[in-house]
């Protein structure tokens, strides 16, 4: 209710002429959140129809992981085989166990491969998977040198695959692109997942309209024209995030843990379900971080961010981004925190700029305003004569107002109107003054002769008795 309330708040900042009551904000909220709804589950359905299509995109990162460190560790052979080549040499060796050597060159003419060396590689894959039985890499190198039978050629192949180690193991690639379910309805629950994720990110442009029309209500037509290529930004940065996470971020983080669990003897199965929720989280995380000039232009078109608070508070705003970024990124790891962080500070600065930008031009605006309704004050007619006699009117009220004779009439009006505020009095009627002129004055009976004496026992006359 809290977040709600300062949510109205803004809104009503942004359009002071037409604010609302709660009730109001409630209704609004309703239809952006049904308008969204909709287009998510419209977007989804469509998203649906090319479910292939999408795992082949979600598994490319880990398919490219898994191909870049297989060549890696294959560059050290001659003859080099290619990827392919290895899996089917791998897969052919251990088929053709227990043929004899003429078996095993007509087997191999129709399992294998066009390379004229495919035999070959058989040969090296069979020798180099019976040698990772021993744990002890110089005990498993010495074993290769001194294979008896073989030629030197093999020997030399067998010490750059010993070196280079490349995964042996049976169906590796398929238990590591292709992934593993464990869950019989975890196949339809994880195409639902890659549509609604591949709808989110087509449908973002309508999204972010609906918000930015529910929080900026009351646009102008200026604004509203001007609302479109920022969209058109919003949807640029929010694809460059994504597009940027997905071939930069992703694969190298992926060859981080990859190499990592290979060093510590771990062998890397993951599950198709975890990774789709890895990755899908990875990449939206970066979208929704290259959203941050939008964010920020809107706080200050709503007058709550501006220039000079951003340009003073940059290293709080740098220490936010550092902690928001720790706390979004699905791995704990510094090196995706930076690759994170770094391109959220340079938006950031950007952001700075622009407000600087905005804050110019709204003072260049308000200046020429204020020019161009000076020129055409001057511009009307008769409007410098009537200037002209307005300041010359005004200078002889001035000039009559500070004359000796104004101010000394000007004392006594004062002094006139505290007596009459103090007093009240407003001078005798006329014609009561008349009345009281021709009626005689008797004395009053209580108050007795006037002549006779106040004190009666003073008097050698009085008698108490009669």
């Given at each position: 209710m809290f977040l709600l309330t300062k949510l109205f708040q803004i809104r009503d900042s942004s359009n002071p002429d037409a604010e609302k009551p709660f009730l109001a904000h409630l209704d609004d909220l309703r239809v952006t959140l049904s308008r969204i709804i909709l287009t998510l589950v419209v977007a989804t359905l469509v998203c649906y129809v090319f479910r292939n299509q999408l795992m082949d995109v979600i598994r490319h990162p880990v398919e490219q992981v898994w191909s870049q460190s297989q060549k890696e560790a294959l560059s050290g052979l001659n003859p080099k085989p290619t990827l392919d080549t290895w899996e089917k040499a791998v897969k052919v060796s251990n088929d053709a166990i227990g043929l004899n050597e003429a078996q095993r060159m007509h087997f191999q003419k129709f399992a294998g491969t066009e390379d004229e060396n495919f035999a070959f590689h058989v040969e090296s894959a069979y020798h180099f998977r019976i040698a990772l039985a021993i744990s002890d890499i110089k005990k498993r190198e010495r074993y290769v040198a001194s294979i008896p039978g073989i030629s030197d050629q093999q020997h030399k192949q067998l010490k750059a695959l010993v070196k280079g180690n490349p995964n042996a193991e049976l169906d590796a690639r398929g238990r590591m692109v292709l992934m593993q379910?464990?869950?019989?309805?975890?196949?339809?629950?994880?195409?639902?997942?890659?549509?609604?994720?591949?709808?989110?990110?087509?449908?973002?442009?309508?999204?972010?309209?609906?918000?930015?029309?529910?929080?900026?209500?009351?646009?102008?037509?200026?604004?509203?024209r001007a609302l479109f290529p920022a969209l058109g930004i919003g949807f640029l940065l929010f694809l460059t995030g994504v597009l940027f996470a997905y071939f930069v971020i992703l694969?190298?983080?992926?060859?981080?843990?990859?190499?990592?669990?290979?060093?510590?003897?771990?062998?890397?199965?993951?599950?198709?379900?975890?990774?789709?929720?890895?990755?899908?989280?990875?990449?939206?995380i970066f979208g929704l971080a290259f959203e941050l000039p939008v964010v920020v232009m809107t706080l200050?078109?709503?007058?709550?961010?501006?220039?000079?608070?951003?340009?003073?508070?940059?290293?709080?705003?740098?220490?936010?981004?550092?902690?928001?970024?720790?706390?979004?990124?699905?791995?704990?790891?510094?090196?995706?925190?930076?690759?994170?962080?770094?391109?959220?500070?340079?938006?950031?600065?950007?952001?700075?700029?622009?407000?600087?930008?905005?804050?110019?031009?709204?003072?260049?605006?308000?200046?020429?305003?204020?020019?161009?309704?000076?020129?055409?004050?001057?511009?009307?007619?008769?409007?410098?004569?009537?200037?002209?006699?307005?300041?010359?009117?005004?200078?002889?009220e001035e000039e009559v107002a500070t004359s000796p004779a104004a101010l000394e009439s000007s004392d006594e009006a004062e002094a006139s109107e505290d007596i009459d505020e103090d007093d009240g009095f407003v001078g005798p009627d006329p014609e009561e003054e008349d009345l009281y002129s021709q009626a005689p004055i008797e004395p009053d009976e209580d108050e007795g002769d006037p002549d006779e004496p106040e004190n009666r026992d003073e008097d050698p006359n009085f008698d108490p008795l009669k």
């Amino acid at each position: 209710m809290f977040l709600l309330t300062k949510l109205f708040q803004i809104r009503d900042s942004s359009n002071p002429d037409a604010e609302k009551p709660f009730l109001a904000h409630l209704d609004d909220l309703r239809v952006t959140l049904s308008r969204i709804i909709l287009t998510l589950v419209v977007a989804t359905l469509v998203c649906y129809v090319f479910r292939n299509q999408l795992m082949d995109v979600i598994r490319h990162p880990v398919e490219q992981v898994w191909s870049q460190s297989q060549k890696e560790a294959l560059s050290g052979l001659n003859p080099k085989p290619t990827l392919d080549t290895w899996e089917k040499a791998v897969k052919v060796s251990n088929d053709a166990i227990g043929l004899n050597e003429a078996q095993r060159m007509h087997f191999q003419k129709f399992a294998g491969t066009e390379d004229e060396n495919f035999a070959f590689h058989v040969e090296s894959a069979y020798h180099f998977r019976i040698a990772l039985a021993i744990s002890d890499i110089k005990k498993r190198e010495r074993y290769v040198a001194s294979i008896p039978g073989i030629s030197d050629q093999q020997h030399k192949q067998l010490k750059a695959l010993v070196k280079g180690n490349p995964n042996a193991e049976l169906d590796a690639r398929g238990r590591m692109v292709l992934m593993q379910s464990l869950n019989p309805t975890e196949g339809f629950m994880l195409s639902v997942k890659l549509a609604f994720f591949a709808a989110l990110v087509l449908s973002f442009p309508l999204l972010l309209l609906f918000l930015l029309q529910f929080v900026l209500p009351g646009l102008h037509k200026e604004e509203q024209r001007a609302l479109f290529p920022a969209l058109g930004i919003g949807f640029l940065l929010f694809l460059t995030g994504v597009l940027f996470a997905y071939f930069v971020i992703l694969p190298n983080v992926l060859d981080f843990f990859y190499q990592y669990s290979m060093d510590m003897g771990i062998q890397n199965d993951w599950r198709i379900g975890y990774y789709i929720s890895f990755a899908t989280q990875f990449v939206l995380i970066f979208g929704l971080a290259f959203e941050l000039p939008v964010v920020v232009m809107t706080l200050v078109k709503l007058g709550i961010l501006s220039y000079e608070m951003m340009r003073n508070t940059r290293s709080y705003a740098v220490l936010a981004i550092v902690v928001i970024a720790a706390i979004i990124t699905p791995t704990p790891d510094a090196l995706t925190l930076g690759l994170l962080a770094g391109p959220m500070y340079v938006l950031y600065e950007i952001c700075i700029w622009l407000a600087y930008f905005m804050d110019k031009k709204e003072k260049a605006k308000e200046e020429a305003e204020e020019k161009e309704r000076m020129a055409r004050l001057l511009a009307a007619p008769g409007a410098k004569s009537r200037a002209d006699d307005d300041e010359s009117e005004d200078e002889s009220e001035e000039e009559v107002a500070t004359s000796p004779a104004a101010l000394e009439s000007s004392d006594e009006a004062e002094a006139s109107e505290d007596i009459d505020e103090d007093d009240g009095f407003v001078g005798p009627d006329p014609e009561e003054e008349d009345l009281y002129s021709q009626a005689p004055i008797e004395p009053d009976e209580d108050e007795g002769d006037p002549d006779e004496p106040e004190n009666r026992d003073e008097d050698p006359n009085f008698d108490p008795l009669k």
